[in-house]
């Protein structure tokens, strides 16, 4: 019972974006983290498994094919947390996270309600929830996206980039809220992040792709070594790998030309 | 790392809960005062006029006609009442339709008309009044409704049709609308053109539009395209707010955002050429009408539709009014004045809220 992708291709345009990506399986209950240098296509291969992209190939969630599923059956089962939530939408913080639980399921209104003040709360949001989104700061729009992601309660909980607007404290708190989350609910969480110290720390299991191809995946102390980060982003850095702690990266230098 | 964000009390989650229902109250309070405003205008529009009635004999015809005399009934329920209540009707619509344009093409500039549905119009009201070409086999004045009515519909199936075949994107939806708009204003031209200085001037006026012809099957026809739209927005309430959200957002929950674009438009295109064909082409309360409601209420549609509906009644009402009384004894065409009714309220709106809905 887990999300694997057996097979997986993808054309932007006349371009090929994902080339053949096979072997990557993310599990419940664990935090898998997608990584690789901007345009590898990690937000392609979120979409794509998302259906919002157009893919060929074959994947399975829970054991069902997900190919033969249309955008609103599997928007019943995953959710996908896009890059950009900037939005200018006359809508209140506590409206949208309603609408993202109203796009999904009908029930009494009770329930929609306390299920929208439990996520606000989680994340630290109530005291803004009153807000207009176009009133936030991309931060805490960036927050309200993750709380409407969680109060749809999906099996497969797919965040692009969820931190990049974040505060240290936020940081913290949303990858950790996610780590419970997994743990407790049994969810699988795909997490794209750039920050390989929070990937090292938070995530259990690593994905890997560069211009389009899965280059590995594995635990994070056996895929972050020097020569891996070397062979991605091309550049020197130390790895530290403290006892009964996570792997810990101090890049040096950037090397040579990335490429593409 | 310590969870102390993770047992939620709940005494903090009801005050959260409470203060989303202080929200929709000030919502509801506010539609509540806006829909009493509008019925208060639709009196004030009925009682004036030629005639100098006083507002209790007007009142009295309405609820209990027997006892007024028969031309004061004449007045109120034939002549009066029938356009008082089409420049509610036409409001709406035209408020409703800008509002689900500018949803739909993510746009604050949208309005009814943005895909050239008044030219379009325009063309079949110019095939009535100049070559007496009816494209439906009505006659009278209603070959000049049905053309535009037609004509309107045309337009928007175009772009509709393109847009299934070619996938729809806002872009080449909002560069087809400008195609459309320039290709009937050239033919719109040409008849011109050849047109007599009669029919000309009676094009002219028809296109600043009109309330003075409305009667009771008009304002039926009218309403009935309301009764129709009214419901397929609500029932797409909350996939229409989620548009707003931008469309990666929207597809993400699952929402397939080009059909319900399609979907959508033709009920708006249903709307303006249902508002044009009758009373000519109307500017202004189909672009400030959601405008108004939007800074009053936001853009949760279960608020923004009947709060817009609201707001372009009551302006195109006020207008009505206003063109009657402004130069006593004539009657302006009300295409001229929407703007200068709706743009003081608009600009004091616009100065008073600081907010930036639109980058
Ligand atoms: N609409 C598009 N048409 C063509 N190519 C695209 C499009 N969007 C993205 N790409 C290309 O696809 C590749 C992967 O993009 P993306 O998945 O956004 O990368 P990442 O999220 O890893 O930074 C990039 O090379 C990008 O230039
Ligand atoms: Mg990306």
Sequence with gaps: MSLIIDQLSCSLGKRRVLHDLAGMEARPGEITALIGPNGAGKSTLLRAIAGITMASGHMTLDGLSLETQSLGQRTRKLYYLPQDTSTQAALSVFEAVLLARRTQVVEPNRHALAAVA??????????????????????????????QAIVRRPRLLMLDEPTSALDLHHQLQVLD???????????????????????????????????????????????????????????????????????????????????? | MKATTFSPSSANSTTTVARYHARQRRQRWLIAATALATLMSLLLDIATGPGAYALSDVTKA????????????????????????????????????????????????????????????????????????????????????????????????MIWGLSRLRGVSVQTMVLMGIAIMFFFNALLGMLQYVA???????????????????????????????????????????????????????????????????????????????????????GFVGLVGPHIARLLVGEDQRAFLPMSALTGALILSLTSILSKTLIPGILLPIGILTALIGLPFFVSLILSSRKEIWR
């Design chain 1, 118 to 147: 439990q996520a606000l709360q989680s994340l630290e949001l109530d005291p803004l929830a009153e807000r207009e989104l176009a009133a936030l700061s991309g931060g805490q729009r960036q927050r309200v996206a993750i709380a």
């Design chain 1, 177 to 260: 809220y996610l780590h419970r989350l997994a743990r407790q609910d049994d969810v699988i969480v795909v997490i794209a992040i750039h920050d390989l110290n929070l990937a090292a720390r938070f995530a259990d299991h690593l994905w890997v792709v560069k211009e389009g191809r899965h280059i590995v995946s594995g635990r994070p102390g056996d895929v972050l070594t020097p020569q891996r980060l070397r062979e991605i982003y091309a550049i020197e850095a130390d790895v530290e790998w403290p006892p009964g702690s996570s792997p810990r990266i101090t890049p040096r230098s950037a090397t040579r030309r990335l490429g593409s």
């Design chain 2, 62 to 157: 309405l609820l209990a006609p027997s006892e007024v005399s028969r031309v004061l009934q004449v007045v109120v329920w034939d002549i009066r009442l029938p356009v008082a209540l089409m420049a509610i009707v036409v409001g709406a619509s035209l408020a409703i339709a800008g509002a689900q344009m500018q949803t739909l093409l993510n746009n604050p500039l949208a309005d009814p008309f943005t895909l050239g549905i008044s030219s379009a119009a325009s063309f079949g009201a110019a095939l009535a009044i100049v070559l007496g070409f009816g494209v439906l086999p009505v006659a009278g004045t209603l070959l000049l409704t049905g053309n535009a009515f037609v004509l309107a519909m045309l337009a928007s199936l």
């Design chain 2, 196 to 282: 007599s200085a009669e029919s000309l001037q009676q094009l002219v006026f028809w296109s600043l539009g009109s309330l003075s012809k409305a009667s009771w099957g008009k304002v039926g026809l009218a309403g009935l395209a309301l009764v129709v739209t009214i419901p397929v927005f609500v029932r797409a309430r909350w996939r229409l707010t989620a548009l707003r959200l931008g469309d990666v957002q929207a597809q993400a929950m699952g929402i397939d955002v080009g059909r319900l674009r399609l979907r959508m438009l033709l009920c708006c295109a249903l709307l303006s050429a249902t508002a044009v064909a009758f009373v000519g082409t109307i």
